[in-house]
């Protein structure tokens, strides 16, 4: 049986139809999609998720409630730079009985690149302790320490 000419065909519409339910779908997931899910703060990934936040927030005293008495103690002054444009995603977390290592991705994008927009990515650890039963951070990267009481200041 073949359609009529001039008469379109019925599954072809039908299959445009769905395309375009689809479509729908996926840009409404996308764009009702607002922040991420928190995760438990009493986990190490929780931990990273809060301080991470605190960091980007430029609130460096709640930041600091999520470190280690160690690392505190042994604070240098660090520029991290602008954190406005940084992005973590969380790749895997190993835990023993008391540290742990979160690893995340961190995606820093900058609006000068020669094309435009331009990102660079990498993969750094977050070094956790347990302190009195509570995770606390010992070590994280370059771009997230922050030193609200810094030893030396320039």
Do not use: H
Request: hydrophobic fraction near 40%.
């Amino acid at each position: 049986m073949s359609a009529t000419p001039g008469k379109p065909d019925r599954s072809l519409i039908v299959i445009l139809g769905v395309i375009a339910a689809l479509v729908i779908v996926a840009l409404a997931v996308v764009f009702t999609q607002g922040e991420p899910a928190p995760l438990d703060p009493d986990t190490p990934e929780g931990v990273v998720q809060l301080y991470s936040a605190a960091v980007l927030a430029g609130d460096e005293q709640t930041a600091a409630g999520y470190l280690t008495a160690g690392r505190l103690d042994n604070c240098d002054k660090v520029d991290p730079g602008p954190l406005d444009n940084i992005r973590l995603t969380l790749v895997s977390t190993t835990v023993r009985k008391n540290s742990a290592d979160v690893r995340v991705s961190l995606v820093t994008t900058t609006d000068n690149g020669p094309f435009g927009a331009s990102e660079y990515e990498n993969e750094d650890v977050f070094d956790l302790v347990t302190v009195d039963g509570r995770w606390r951070i010992d070590g994280a990267p370059w771009q997230l320490t922050i030193c609200p009481n810094p030893k030396a200041t320039s």
